[in-house]
Structures are given as structure tokens and as C-alpha cells.
Nanobody, 122 residues
Framework: VQLQASGGGLVQAGGSLRLSCAAS????????MGWFRQAPGKEREFVAA????????YYADPVKGRFTISRDNAKNTVYLQMNSLKPEDTAVYYC????????????????WGQGTQVTVSS
């Protein structure tokens, strides 16, 4: 599967952005989907994951209550709604596809998108 992330940009602290990740192929619903982020000089870290049907979600502690992951299997797309953004959310955000649940680590994902930059100004 090929993944294309979009929706990043520059936003002020307290603002919102919605990231999208479009997948190619006919087997999108057979993948667990996740979002990760990587800030300059830091390791890639888990943000959120959603199960095959979308019935289950899992979030990293720093984004709980602010970010929402969702998916539309008919559109082969996964989303990340980010609210109440903070400067520390600044990073390149990556979507990924895997086969394991729960999946909070990079090891669980087989396919990665190219990343989209999110910058939150204070």
C-alpha cells in the first residue's frame, strides 16, 4: 500500500489542523493505521492508532483529549484531527499502515507515508 499524507501547515498555539492520509490499493480496511511524529533531533514517536474497522483507537498520553484519529474505509483515508495545538506538537507527521493491534511502536508498521510538516507558533 502507498500512503500520501497532507494537511500540515503553520498554526498558532491553541489552533486546529486536520491531517489526512490517502492510501492506494483495495485492501485499506485490512490495515491498522497509525500516526507518528518526529521533531528535529528527536526520535519518531507514536501519536495515535485506529483499528481495522475504526471501532478502537489508541492515543499517546501527550495528545489524549486533544487529537482524534478516524478513518473512512470507503475513501481509503485516515484522519488526524488536532485541536488545542501546542508548540511542542511541532513535528513532521507520518501516517503508517500495519497489521498488529494495539500498535504503539514503529516496529508494528510496514508501510509509511512521506510526512507532512506541522508547525505551531507560540
Amino acid at each position: 500500500v502507498q500512503l500520501q499524507a497532507s494537511g500540515g501547515g503553520l498554526v498558532q498555539a491553541g489552533g486546529s489542523l486536520r491531517l489526512s492520509c490517502a492510501a492506494s490499493g483495495r485492501t485499506f480496511s485490512s490495515y491498522v493505521m497509525g500516526w507518528f511524529r518526529q521533531a528535529p533531533g528527536k526520535e519518531r514517536e507514536f501519536v495515535a492508532a485506529i483499528s481495522w474497522s475504526g471501532s478502537r483507537t489508541y492515543y499517546a498520553d501527550p495528545v489524549k483529549g486533544r487529537f482524534t484519529i478516524s478513518r473512512d474505509n470507503a475513501k481509503n483515508t485516515v484522519y488526524l484531527q488536532m485541536n488545542s495545538l501546542k508548540p511542542e506538537d511541532t513535528a513532521v507527521y507520518y501516517c503508517a499502515a500495519g497489521s498488529t493491534w494495539p500498535a504503539p511502536g514503529t516496529y508494528a508498521y510496514d508501510y509509511w507515508g512521506q510526512g507532512t510538516q506541522v508547525t505551531v507558533s507560540s
